[in-house]
């Protein structure tokens, strides 16, 4: 049976309780042909609101961070077991802008992985370079080096984890990688994760970086692009279901 691809919005620093009704409202109501996993990242004080809003649908709900610590004196954290009480199935970790304005290194990005998955919740594990680093001809190292961090788990296989590709230059900026450039890096970690685990076709690797329902079906259609992980375009409600169409051709 072939995986089925996942489409996880990730909405940032972004929502309100107004705008959050009407955007859920209307994913719900607009996704259900779908036929890939579809999940939404939201800050964590509206986790109650969306796992309200969602409840009775496919929609997933995801957090965009998890505590590597499992619990006590950690003043501003949030814990996996917390997550769970909201029902939450995905956390993304390592994204970009964590490691770049929290400092969260390759073995912190590890730590919350595994936490999150001795909780029963799947990371969603970013990596991806730098344009300095793509310039200089690293993106190989680099990416590489972002998995290994990850791909031995503490007694979980690396294929129960999703992997996002975000080059840090496609974030937000309307710079989309192009499939090709996409699926040489997502080919590249394929290889690596297969020397990995047997089961390296199962891990659904994403592509993240200003992906929108204009550019959606040409990075899906790569043989190694098996879903997204979107920022701006998932606050767009029409925006986020034509990319889930796209991802249910
Ligand atoms: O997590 C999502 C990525 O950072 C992509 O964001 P973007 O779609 O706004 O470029």
């Not at 505590?67 to 814990?79: I, L, P």
Request: charged share 20%.
């Amino acid at each position: 049976m072939s995986k089925k691809r996942l489409i996880a919005g990730n909405w940032k620093m972004n929502g309100n309780l107004e705008a959050n009704d009407a955007l859920v409202r209307a994913v719900v109501a607009g996704m259900k042909d779908a036929r890939c996993d579809v999940a939404v990242c939201v800050p964590a004080p509206y986790l109650a609101q969306v796992q309200m809003l969602r409840h009775g649908s496919a929609l997933d709900l995801g957090a965009q961070d998890v505590s590597q610590q499992a619990g006590g004196a950690y003043t501003g954290e949030v814990s996996a077991a917390m997550l769970r009480e909201f029902g939450v199935r995905y956390a993304i970790v390592g994204h970009s802008e964590r490691r770049q304005y929290h400092g969260e290194t390759d073995a912190l990005v590890a730590e919350k992985a595994r936490t999150a998955l001795a909780h029963g919740i799947t990371p969603i594990v970013c990596i991806g370079e730098t344009l300095a680093e793509r310039e200089a001809g690293r993106t190989e190292e680099v990416v590489k080096r972002q998995m290994a961090a990850v791909i031995h788990l503490n007694g979980h296989c690396i294929s129960e984890v999703v992997v996002a590709y975000e080059p840090v230059w496609a974030i937000g900026t309307g710079k989309t990688a192009t499939p090709e450039q996409a699926q040489q890096v997502h080919a590249l970690l394929r290889t690596q994760l297969a020397a990995a685990t047997a089961h390296a076709e199962r891990v659904n690797i994403l592509y993240g970086g200003s992906m929108n329902a204009a550019n959606a079906a040409s990075l899906l259609a790569q043989p190694d692009i098996d879903g997204g992980l979107i920022g701006g375009a998932s606050l767009k409600a029409p925006d986020f279901l034509q990319i889930i169409a796209a991802a249910s051709a």
